[in-house]
């Protein structure tokens, strides 16, 4: 009898792990198909036999039953697509238990060995922006970076370094109800870790740009320099109309020769809003200066490219963000047949102008230093001087 109970168990296991083997599969062949839709996969990957022969491999391992290495592997087929507003993370889920990384580490040995590192360099010591918590990140294998808190020794986010360029796709560890979702093109720039919130330094930056509620502004700095910001191209219908009422009013105001135009911390959004005021700025009779910084994302970087070349308009900062091309219309997700996780596509054809930028950025024509004094008042002296 005992031998016959076991008999049934494991004829019990086997149709279980056939079952969960046959659902991982189901989400890796959607995946995949999703993915062939995609502009970005037509522009870069559709003849890539390399990429179906990934596909192949991972569909040959995927026996597991755990769900976040499910995760994992399936995150290979979006890796190698350059295409920054893609997004894959775990269906919402207050009841899911997942087991977070809690790694043993000698902080003695981490002290003697990254005291020392520049800020130029991704392992080492970081802050949140309140500067209270100590993290730090360290190569865990090739290519592979963990971030983890010291105080409670929990991983909050693995970092992949999986193409040419300087940046990282990384895997973020939130908590209920979404224990972990992708971050694509985190880069560190300037000792801030720039789509994440953790910086290497607790010196006073002068990158960033509190936007507040209002996102259009415009003031007379001196005699023959205005100051213009431009914090959001988004396309709510509301927020368009903002943009335009402030538009209509402002650029009858700017009278100045010399004009500074702040798209610092624009995430984005697209042409229905920004195209008035690029082309006012590609008419305007006079010097531009456009300050922009590794936040500076999606149609603020359209903005900033349709401008750069023009004989009167200098760039200022640092690179911009890099998340360009493709973008989405309607922000919608796909859910994958064993309802475990969302899929975030693209449904937006992208230029090869903008490919040319996306994960490495737009480069400012002029460096401004990040802890010196305001950027701002840099622009005013480089103006000045020039």
């Not at 091309?325 to 994958?336: A, C, E, R, V």
Request: aromatic share 14%; glycine share 4%; net charge positive.
């Amino acid at each position: 009898m005992r031998k016959f109970t076991i008999i049934i168990f494991l004829f019990a296991l086997v149709l279980k792990l056939n079952a969960q083997e046959a659902q991982n599969i189901a989400d890796l062949d959607f995946l995949y198909k999703s993915i062939q839709e995609l502009s970005s996969y037509k522009d870069q990957l559709k003849d890539d036999t390399s990429y179906t022969k990934l596909y192949e491999k991972l569909r040959n391992d995927l026996k597991t039953n755990d769900d976040f290495e499910v995760y994992q592997k399936l995150l290979q087929l979006i890796y190698p697509i350059n295409d920054n507003h893609l997004g894959l993370y775990h269906r919402p889920d207050s009841t899911y238990k997942f087991k977070y990384l809690l790694p043993k580490i000698d902080i003695s040995k981490l002290d003697q060995k990254f005291n020392n590192y520049s800020l130029d360099s991704l392992e080492g010591f970081y802050y949140d922006f309140k500067g209270t918590t100590k993290y730090i990140v360290y190569e865990k294998s090739k290519n592979v970076y963990y971030l983890q808190n010291l105080k409670t020794n929990v991983v909050e986010a693995i970092l992949n370094k999986i193409n040419k360029f300087q940046n990282y796709d990384v895997i973020r560890f939130l908590g209920p109800p979404v224990p972990y979702v992708l971050y694509k093109n985190v880069k560190l720039s300037n000792s801030n870790l720039v789509g994440l919130p953790y910086q290497k330094t607790k010196n006073k930056s002068y990158v960033e740009i509190s936007i507040g509620k209002e996102f259009y502004e415009y003031k007379k700095l001196e005699d023959n320099i205005g100051y213009l910001r431009l914090s959001s191209f988004s396309s709510q219908d509301e927020i368009v109309k903002n943009a335009t009422d402030f538009f209509i009013k402002a650029k009858n105001d700017i009278t100045e020769k010399n004009l500074i135009v702040d798209v610092r911390n624009n995430g984005g959004g697209g042409y229905k809003n920004s195209r008035q005021f690029i082309t006012f700025l590609k008419n305007f009779n006079g010097k531009v200066y456009i300050l922009q910084n590794a936040f500076t994302a999606s149609n603020a970087e359209q903005f900033i490219i349709n401008l750069k070349d023009l004989e009167h308009i200098i760039t200022l900062g640092e690179t911009t963000l890099g998340k360009i091309t493709y973008g989405s219309n309607y922000g919608k997700t796909i859910t994958l047949p064993s309802n475990r996780f969302l899929f975030y596509p693209t449904d937006m054809g992208g230029s090869k102008k903008e490919l040319a930028f996306e994960s490495i950025g737009v480069k400012p024509k002029v460096t401004l230093k990040p802890f010196t004094e305001d950027w701002i008042t840099q622009t005013i002296k480089y103006i000045k001087a020039n």
